[in-house]
């Protein structure tokens, strides 16, 4: 179990900030290149057969129906796959939204993207927060869920968001296959590529002024916590 309360060094978290977010574009950059784009090389390449075919005379017959259906095929990959690395960037009015339209526009995005269902509860009235305490919120549930459907090996999560003592609170849970989570500050602190999720949700609840927990062992699923404070 990892629970760390992040001091208040802004300095060091904007700088921290920047690399993490610079390796996400990196990521979503790789994704993309090696994803749709090879999709849709191979699409253009088996047209062109098809277009030299009807060139040289040839005439639609099965093979032709295969080779269309593969088309068609990989063309819908490809679209399912630029809809989901759109979705990781903010919507539109993203400032002028309240935080709980904001999250469940999110969760109803991931469920249709994915085909995961989550539970999302919210307990009480949700008071404001800053525009950069819902960023770091909204980025915060977005790779949690994306870790639910990519690694935990289960077909849905629970979240809850609550607000106490003027705060806001963010819980992501799952009864997946669960890890161990690496640690997150101090010297040891992990700077490893396959954890910049962690440390993308370590630097923005930082910059924030808040708390980030990570709860997991293996095979007794996650529970991520994000509190931070409202703006009210």
């Not at 300095?11 to 090879?38: F, K, M, S, Y």
């Not at 469940?104 to 307990?123: D, K, M, P, S, Y």
């Not at 770091?136 to 869920?145: D, G, K």
């Not at 607000?163 to 009864?175: K, S, T």
Request: hydrophobic share 40%; aromatic share 4%; with cysteine.
């Amino acid at each position: 179990m990892s629970n760390v309360t992040l001091p208040p060094d802004e300095h060091l978290a904007a700088q921290r900030i920047l690399a993490v977010t610079e390796e996400e574009l990196q990521r979503i950059i790789l994704n993309i290149h090696d994803g749709p784009v090879q999709k849709l090389f191979a699409a253009l390449s088996q047209l062109n057969v098809l277009q030299a075919q009807a060139g040289q005379g040839g005439t639609p017959d099965e093979d032709w129906a295969a080779r269309l259906n593969r088309i068609s095929a990989l063309v819908e990959a490809s679209l399912a796959e630029i809809k989901t690395s759109i979705g990781t960037f903010r919507p539109p009015e993203f400032a002028r939204r309240s935080l709980l339209t904001v999250l469940e526009g999110l969760i109803i995005q991931h469920e249709e993207f994915t085909g995961c269902r989550v539970n999302f509860q919210v307990a009480g009235e949700i008071p404001r927060v800053t525009l950069p305490a819902k960023i770091a919120l909204y980025r915060i549930l977005q790779e949690a869920l994306s870790n639910v459907y990519r690694h935990a090996g289960v077909e849905g999560a629970q979240v809850r968001l609550s607000a106490e003592d003027r705060r806001v609170r963010l819980e992501v849970v799952d009864e997946g296959r669960g890890f161990n989570p690496p640690p997150l500050i101090g010297p040891e602190a992990t700077e490893r590529e396959e954890h910049i999720g962690l440390r993308g949700m370590r630097e923005r609840v930082s910059l924030v002024g808040g708390l980030f927990m990570v709860e997991s062992s293996p095979g007794a699923g996650t529970r991520i916590v994000v509190e931070v404070p409202s703006d009210e």
